[in-house]
T-cell receptor
Framework: GNSVTQMEGPVTLSEEAFLTINCTYTATGYPSLFWYVQYPGEGLQLLLKATKADDKGSNKGFEATYRKETTSFHLEKGSVQVSDSAVYFCALSDHANYGGSQGNLIFGKGTKLSVKP | GAGVSQSPSNKVTEKGKDVELRCDPISGHTALYWYRQRLGQGLEFLIYFQGNSAPDKSGLPSDRFSAERTGESVSTLTIQRTQQEDSAVYLC???????????????FGEGSWLTVV
């Protein structure tokens, strides 16, 4: 079945440090891949996405590249800020229709990031 | 409104009571999803509606959980005979047809926080 595995947190970094949050996936079809972010006290927001192999999603200085050969979609940012403190969720949505679940998102467990000034 | 709207935002209920949670999706979105997020956990898929197709109920944890959707608009998630383990944030989301499978963005509401005492 489809699944997402992301590195466990919490991750604590100093401001301007480099960030990597690892995400790997298992999918039976051809998934689209997403990173969602949940800031403290707020709802879940789409951060970036990639819909096919070798695509790079980017937003707010964050990037992730869809690597089919390693089934990965690692999130990176060159210089984090205190305002990036949040929980980050990797997710996939499979194009294949298995059991009628086409289209829904499968989430990782989330990685909490704390950035210290 | 412009986004996915959920009500109530907070609900405290006694064990054994029934609760109803409401979701108003973004206008024009044919796909609607319910997820559950327990404290410190990732998101669990519950149910998925897509237009007039039969809903995908594969994520519902027990027969105490049910959901309905009227056409392509409002959805109600009902939990009967609530248990303490049902305490969680219940998130509703919507998207254009096929949701993430086509790379479409899935937009989340801010959630309904349910506490069963």
């Amino acid at each position: 079945g489809n699944s997402v595995t992301q590195m466990e947190g919490p991750v604590t970094l100093s401001e301007e440090a480099f960030l990597t949050i690892n995400c790997t996936y298992t999918a039976t079809g051809y998934p689209s891949l997403f990173w969602y972010v949940q800031y403290p006290g707020e709802g879940l927001q789409l951060l970036l996405k990639a819909t096919k192999a070798d695509d790079k999603g980017s937003n707010k200085g964050f990037e992730a590249t869809y690597r089919k050969e390693t089934t990965s979609f690692h999130l990176e940012k060159g210089s984090v800020q205190v305002s990036d403190s949040a929980v980050y969720f990797c997710a996939l949505s499979d194009h294949a229709n298995y059991g009628g679940s086409q289209g829904n998102l499968i989430f990782g467990k989330g990685t909490k990031l704390s950035v210290k000034p | 409104g412009a986004g996915v709207s959920q009500s109530p935002s907070n609900k405290v209920t006694e064990k054994g009571k029934d609760v109803e949670l409401r979701c108003d999706p973004i206008s024009g979105h044919t796909a609607l999803y319910w997820y559950r997020q327990r404290l410190g956990q990732g998101l669990e898929f519950l149910i998925y509606f897509q237009g007039n197709s039969a809903p995908d109920k594969s994520g519902l944890p027990s027969d105490r959980f049910s959901a309905e959707r009227t056409g392509e608009s409002v959805s109600t998630l009902t939990i009967q005979r609530t248990q303490q383990e049902d305490s969680a944030v219940y998130l509703c989301a919507s998207s254009f047809s096929s949701g993430g499978a086509s790379g479409n963005t899935i937009y989340f509401g801010e959630g309904s926080w349910l506490t069963v005492v």
